[in-house]
């Protein structure tokens, strides 16, 4: 536990030197997002984008529908951004002709096709300050 406490803050501190921030909270997305956006939007001068994990599993999605009629209904000019996070492997390079719905259910089948026809991308650059104001709504 004490690795990822200091590695939250560490990308917090990494952040706020970028002139971004990043908000840890509990409870239910749909509400907690909104309790967020209404707090950076009293400034009325910036609205956040949002980012999320794209999910797959039922449950998940139920909670991103959830969040994206919550913001739609109630902050309609906010962004969620949605990012494919859940494999090494970028989405697109996967070698399953149905995405990630033809992902095998056990580890050895996925490893032994991904091995073969697969090559991790190369890590995305690190977002400058200038990249936070230029993405900043």
Known sequence: AKFILE????????LQSKGSNLVVAYG?????????????NANKDKMPI?????????EELAIDEAVQASIE???PA???QKTWGSTLYNIKDLPYQ???????????????KVEKNCAIGRPLPVP????FKNNRR
């Open 73 to 75: 209904t109630h902050h």
């Open 50 to 58: 949002i980012f999320s994990q794209e999910e797959v599993c039922p």
């Open 98 to 112: 149905g995405g990630v719905s033809d992902i095998p259910s056990t580890f050895t089948p996925f490893r032994n």
């Open 78 to 80: 906010a962004l969620l």
């Open 28 to 40: 239910k997305p749909e509400n907690i997002l909104l309790d967020i956006i209404s707090t950076v």
């Open 7 to 14: 590695s939250v803050a560490d990308l917090r501190n990494q």
């Open 128 to 131: 400058s300050e200038e990249d």
